[in-house]
């Protein structure tokens, strides 16, 4: 019983998820070609994508240690509290 049901919410929560992603497409296409035109004026330089980098990775890092220890924290402490920072 407990497995038809979760397998049924599985299936409730796929159609739900399928049906969210679909819209969301239809919204992001429509609004691109008026953002378009904007931004393709200018294409980004070399030392503006190597700046881009360099952000994006200290950014990663950042959160990686972050993560990282609130993983650590929820693995050693088994509460409802560390599960909760975890998530």
Not at 18 to 30: G, L
Not at 67 to 86: G, K, P
């Amino acid at each position: 019983m407990k497995a038809s049901v979760s397998a049924l919410a599985l299936a409730i929560c796929l159609a739900a998820c399928t049906t969210a992603s679909a819209d969301t497409s239809t919204e992001t296409a429509a609004a691109t070609p008026a953002a378009a035109p904007a931004s393709a004026s200018t294409a980004p330089t070399v030392d503006e994508a190597r700046a881009f980098v360099a952000q994006a990775e200290k950014e990663l890092g950042d959160f990686s240690l972050i993560n990282n220890r609130a993983q650590w924290v929820n693995n050693t402490h088994l509460t409802d509290d560390t599960d909760a920072i975890a998530a």
